[in-house]
Structures are given as C-alpha cells and as structure tokens.
C-alpha cells in the first residue's frame, strides 16, 4: 500500500508561481521501480495528466504546461515536487499526487495505482 499526501497549494495571481509538494510512505513493501506523477482536475473537466517522472529521473510533460512546470523527486525520501511557474487562470484546479508501481519509464496515459486527496490551486487574473 502506498499512502499520498499532497500539499503547498494556495491562490496566487497570474504568472506567479508555486511550489508542491507529496510525500509517499510506501507501507509493507518496497518497490524498485515506480514512477510518480502530478495529475489535475478543474471544475466541470476531466482529470488530466500534468508530468511524471521514474525512478532515474526521466520526465514527461502535458504540453500545456512544457517550459512551464518542473517535476523533480529525492527517491531516497520518496518525496516529490511540482514547480510551477508563469502560472495561468486555467492552471486552476485540484492536483493530485499520484503512483504506478513496476513502471521503468513515465506515461500520463496510463492507469494509476494509488492517488492522494489533492491540494487547490487557484489562479486569478
């Protein structure tokens, strides 16, 4: 099992920036490759994948957000961020931490296997 705790979402103006964070505590096992992700989901919109990163660092992007955010992790704490920068209004929404466990290289178009609960991050103009 594997547990997700998102946080370091807040209101900001347009092309400010922020910063999450998630924290995942791997209970009862340990998984040699696993790949982390930020997904997020506005109102009235499907959940959409944001960026990903395996466990040697390699990454992918929405395009959307390409040049914009950066997906980064410390593996030995099974930490992982999400910056982000010149941020737009349509950035707004829940973001998710989530995990695929046995996964060797990051897909935003594949299922999930654990998710956290979100941290709201909200972008006027």
């Known amino acids: 099992q594997v547990q997700l705790q998102e946080s370091g979402g807040g209101s900001v103006q347009a092309g400010g920036s922020l910063r999450l964070s998630c924290a995942a505590v791997?209970?009862?096992?340990?998984?040699?490759?696993?790949?982390m992700y930020w997904f997020r989901q506005a109102p009235g919109k499907e959940r959409e994948g944001v960026a990903g990163?395996?466990?040697?660092?390699?990454?992918t992007y929405a395009d959307s957000v390409q040049g914009r955010f950066t997906i980064s992790q410390d593996s030995a704490k099974n930490t992982l961020w999400l910056q982000m920068n010149s941020l737009k209004p349509e950035d707004t929404a829940m973001y998710y931490c989530?995990?695929?466990?046995?996964?060797?290289?990051?897909?935003?178009?594949?299922?999930?296997?654990?998710w956290g609960k979100g941290t709201l991050v909200t972008i006027s103009s």
């Open positions: 791997f209970i009862g096992y340990s998984i040699p490759d696993r790949c």
């Open positions: 989530a995990v695929k466990v046995w996964c060797t290289f990051p897909r935003l178009a594949v299922g999930m296997d654990y």
């Open positions: 990163i395996d466990r040697t660092g390699t990454t």
